[in-house]
Structures are given as C-alpha cells and as structure tokens.
C-alpha cells in the first residue's frame, strides 16, 4: 500500500493528501496475499479535496490575458474526487529483492469538467546486499498524465498530456555500524505535449543528478 508522503496545503482550504510510494522498507513484511517469496497486494485509494484555486491564478475575477488575446477566468474554485487502484508487488529472495508496483488514478471534477483526468504509472525497485556490507539498490519510475486545458475549449493552458521517466540507483557500503559511504545517480526525462494554438509554451526537461 502506498505510504502517507505528503501534503499541500497553500490556497486550498482542504489540504490534499497525496498518496506515494516512498521507498520500499525490504524489513518489513509486506500485506496481501503471498505466493512462496511472492506477495501481492492490491489496493484502492479514495480522496476528495476541496480546491479554492483551480487554475493557481492571481489575478482574482478580473482574469489574465492569454497569448490569443483572449481573457480566461480568474481564481476558480471546485470539489475533486479522486480513484485510485493499483498493485504492490514484492518479491524477497536470498540477499536480494523486488518491489514493484501499478496504478491508475483518475480525477473527477464537480463543476469544471473540462480538467478532469486521468493518469498512470509504474515503477520497479531492485537491491542487492551482501555480508561484507555492500549494497546496491536500481529503481524505475513511469507516470503518463492526461489532462486538458487548452484555451480553445476555455481553459487556461497550464495543463496538459505529460510523461515523465527517471532512473536511479545506489551503491553503498557499511564500514561500521556508524559509517557508511554512499555513491547514489539519477536521471530524468519529463515531456509534454504542445501546440502553439492550444497551450502556453511549456517544455520538458532532461535532468541529471
């Protein structure tokens, strides 16, 4: 199941909980139903936030001018219900491990139906120990997202179809219970989808850490 990793609270009154998976504990034993070294573990997830400012505008009712020349809307407020299913998979053999999980998430908006969307991801976590004190964890991450908001259809264009991607990895050795030397890379890849007539210029980047 996915553990309580934050929240955001700024101009929204209720504050939003986001679900995440935050790093697998390999010591703990995971829930759901097992299969040898193989656990399963279904989940779904519910939430509801009430949300003051849709559109993260500052301009009040008087509204922001878009590149067409066009006037979009103001501060927005709306009640958003979230679905979230998915699967926890963990595997634990001699020294080693896997954890995967898969979601889906979809989110329904009560009055601006126009930002309704959905997304889904992927991710896969492997490490490897050993009785000398080394250690080596790899991870994997995958969201697409859809949403639109495009200034045609009377949005704002501050939203719209993204992927991201990010590898990372870690070696670490133990050379007492005190200290430890870490030697940990990442790198990311986050894309969206643009059109001059739809959206404002938004554009992906490539990290590396």
């Keep these: 199941m996915p553990n309580l990793k934050f929240f955001r609270c700024s101009t929204t ?8 998976w935050a790093g697998h ?6 829930r759901g139903f ?23 505008q500052n301009g009040g009712s008087r509204g922001v001018v878009s590149p067409n020349g066009g006037k979009t809307a103001g501060e927005e407020s709306d009640s958003i219900l979230r679905v979230n299913p998915g699967v926890d998979l963990s595997y634990k053999g001699d020294m080693w491990g896997l954890h995967g999980n898969v ?6 908006y009560k009055e601006l139906d126009r930002l309704n969307s959905d997304s889904y991801g992927e991710s896969l976590d492997f490490y490897r120990e050993s009785a ?14 859809t949403e639109n908001d495009s200034l045609i259809d009377g949005g704002n264009g501050l939203w719209r179809d993204r992927e991201q ?22 790198y990311s890849d986050l894309s969206y989808v643009n059109s001059q007539t739809k959206y404002y210029p938004l ?5 590396w850490t």
């Design 203 to 207: 554009y992906g980047s490539q990290e």
């Design 13 to 20: 009154i209720g504050c939003l909980f986001v679900l995440l």
């Design 25 to 30: 504990s390999w010591s703990q034993e995971s």
């Design 103 to 108: 979601w889906y998430s979809y989110d329904w």
């Design 165 to 186: 991607t990010d590898f990372e990895g870690a070696l670490a050795y133990r050379f007492s219970e005190k200290t430890e030397l870490t030697l940990s890379g990442l």
């Design 34 to 56: 097992k299969f040898n070294n193989l656990t399963v573990s279904p989940y779904v997830n519910l939430e509801y936030r009430y949300d003051s400012n849709v559109n993260n």
């Design 132 to 145: 000398k004190g080394w250690r080596l964890v790899l991870g994997q991450r995958y969201v697409r997202s």
